[in-house]
Nanobody, 125 residues
Framework: QVQLVESGGGLVQAGGSLRLSCAAS????????MAWFRQAPGKERELVAC????????DYAASVTGGFTISKDSAKNTLFLQMNTLKPEEAAVYYC??????????????????WGQGTQVTDYS
């Protein structure tokens, strides 16, 4: 089993920044794609950003391109999401996910077999 624990969420004003982290532990994989998804109340869970095993390839939802950056520290088994110039509509629960065995970026939600419990990002503008 893989355990994924997100942290870094909280209250943020429009235009503010947050940095989310996702610590992975448990079973290890030779390669794994990783991603951040988010789900707002009443909406489908959607991809925010994904990253390849090597970290050299990334993909972003069009709505966050230029404002968010996904990265990873493989030595520490940690995934990050730097979120800048946040908008009120980006308030949601943010989840990290792992797709074991994939070395490439994976944008499909169904590709990911392991999920964290999520961290809440709340707008207080």
């Amino acid at each position: 089993q893989v355990q994924l624990v997100e942290s870094g969420g909280g209250l943020v004003q429009a235009g503010g920044s947050l940095r989310l982290s996702c610590a992975a532990s448990g079973r290890t994989f030779s390669v794994a794609a990783m991603a951040w998804f988010r789900q707002a109340p009443g909406k489908e869970r959607e991809l925010v950003a994904c990253i390849s095993w090597s970290g050299s390839n990334t993909d972003y939802a069009a709505s966050v391109t230029g404002g968010f950056t996904i990265s990873k520290d493989s030595a520490k088994n940690t995934l990050f999401l730097q979120m800048n110039t946040l908008k009120p509509e980006e308030a949601a629960v943010y989840y990290c996910a792992v797709d074991p065995g994939s070395s490439q970026v994976r944008s499909q939600r169904g590709a990911y077999g392991y999920w964290g419990q999520g961290t809440q990002v709340t707008d207080y503008s």
